[in-house]
């Protein structure tokens, strides 16, 4: 059920793919089987309760390296199922195998998503990649007519270039990229492919001024929009909004007073467990984290206890329901 043609892709995504997009944590139960219940009642939160315009799934945050291809097309599933009017999801259909990447794409676009995002191959023994990723971008948008997003990070071993960049923007089907690279990256790609490709890139601190000196429409996307975030407390939202109507000035206060929240979330992240303390930040949110899966890592209850301790003074405010769940965590 293709929400529109491969020819209109690229029109599609200029309409709709705008605005804050979050990066989704995958809650697992106790037991370790995915959490369908607690799944849904973040992105119901998520979306009405903090304005966030869209949802990336499953991807390297929610631990689809950890979940099999079922479940992988199960979160894809809640999350269309979920998600209400207004608002948008990409799912990631990133694999190193393009059997599974193409399967994964196929069901996103048989459910009705918005678009989908496929990260950049893992290339052993490559020592240039130009020719063998364009190959491989091709492959996947010739197989679907859903809108890609491409993703470019340093896990991949390499960094696409903003010429390749460039070159794919040609792809009739791809129309945007979460790209995790250096800032004179980025906005050498925006000069040369913004008339054909929304770039963007997952830093929440650079997303204003991205917006204000790079025209940008979109930030894809992580974890900070609703880790900044509360009911009652839509900072990120607000900071956004002002930066889109022109009030720069106003916009750069806002961004600025959640400095403590993202020194409170750095200074008690540990090094080997950014989704055990991410999930754990949730909790105190009143929201649904749950375990994480092998290979990550648990915290401590000495990590979790510095993370209460700063969650408490970074002067984010809850509502009274937020905060029982809070003290429970």
Sequence with gaps: MSKYTRKDAKAYARTHLKGIWAAAL???????????AGFRKNIRHWTN????????????QGEFFSMSVKERKRTFELAVETTPSGHHTIMSCSDQNLDVVIDLARHAQ??????IVVHA???????????????YYRAVANAVDIGIALWSHPDSGYLLSPQLC??????ENVVAIKYSVPRFMYAELTRLASDRLIVSTSSEEEWLDNILELDWQVYLCSSPPYLLQTAVDRRMREYTDL?????ADAARIVRDSLNPVREALRLTRPAEKPHAHQKYWQELLGQVGGKVRAPLLELTEAEKRATREAFATCGLK????DTTAGQRA
Excluded at 49 to 60: E, H, M, P, Q, T
Excluded at 110 to 115: E, H, L, M, N, P
């Design 110 to 115: 048989a459910i009705g998503a918005d678009f």
């Design 49 to 60: 309760d903090l304005g966030i315009d869209g949802l990336f799934i499953a991807g390297k």
């Design 243 to 247: 930066a889109f109507s022109g009030r």
């Design 166 to 171: 460039n070159r794919l923007a040609d792809i």
């Design 121 to 135: 191959p893992i290339l052993h023994f490559h020592t240039a990649q130009d020719e063998t990723v364009f190959a």
């Design 318 to 321: 809850l509502r009274v329901s």
């Design 26 to 36: 995958t809650p697992f139960s106790e037991d370790l089987s995915l959490d369908e």
